[in-house]
């Protein structure tokens, strides 16, 4: 039996999520992967049984890595503004440090292949942003609304500045960079209107 080299495991795991964000999931074959990262095909079946298998793991390593980041520095007891703002900052300083891994869980939450898995560290993240939500309802710091309708407001503009972003470019076709100052603009007058 060959022994694991984590060094293989994470250069399969990057040239796949590269090959996905740029070619979509019928652009992953384990024999294009195997070309891409320079190996052979056996050595990716060392770590991954299947393609399916190696999906499910990219996405679950990368929804670990998103969990651990945006729960740093956020309790679901803070009050509204602080942790809402503590989740929109680590959320932009996880994209801006890892913006493959973004894109390609992206393109995997949107897949049918996001039902046949829901990990631990995800029920955990859901949980602490319900409490988070029922918390500052109780509070009476921010309004009771739909869940759905709370976070298309408390997030979509967030969303929307990080794929200008990404994107470089506006819908107007001009080159947008986010920094701080305007995501903290944005960020106000979210909160104007999430305030009881």
């Known amino acids: 039996m060959r022994i694991k080299d984590e060094n293989k495991v994470v250069a399969i795991r990057e040239k796949a ?8 999931f019928d652009g992953l074959s ?3 992967l195997a070309k891409a990262a320079d190996i052979s095909v056996s050595t990716i079946y060392i770590y991954f049984k299947n393609r399916e298998d190696l999906l499910n793991q990219l996405y679950a390593a990368t ?3 998103f969990v651990e980041e945006t729960l740093s520095g956020f309790d679901p007891d803070m009050d509204f503004e602080s942790g809402l703002w503590q989740q929109w900052y680590n959320r932009y300083n996880f994209i801006l440090r890892h913006p493959l891994h973004y894109r390609f869980a992206e393109q995997f939450r949107n897949s049918p292949l996001i039902e046949k898995q829901e990990n631990a560290m995800e029920s955990t993240f859901k949980n602490a942003m319900r409490l988070f939500f029922a918390n500052a309802v109780a509070k009476g710091e921010t309004l009771d609304l739909p869940a759905e309708v709370f976070w298309a407001v408390a997030y979509g503009s967030f969303y929307t500045l ?3 972003h990404l994107d ?3 819908m107007s076709g001009l080159p947008f960079s986010l920094d701080l100052d305007t995501l903290k603009q944005v ?3 979210v909160m104007k209107s999430l305030r009881v």
């Open 17 to 24: 999520m590269e090959m996905i964000v740029m070619q979509g």
């Open 30 to 32: 384990m024999h294009k």
């Open 63 to 65: 929804a670990e890595m």
């Open 162 to 164: 990080i794929k200008f």
């Open 168 to 170: 470089n470019t506006t």
């Open 187 to 189: 960020f106000q007058l």
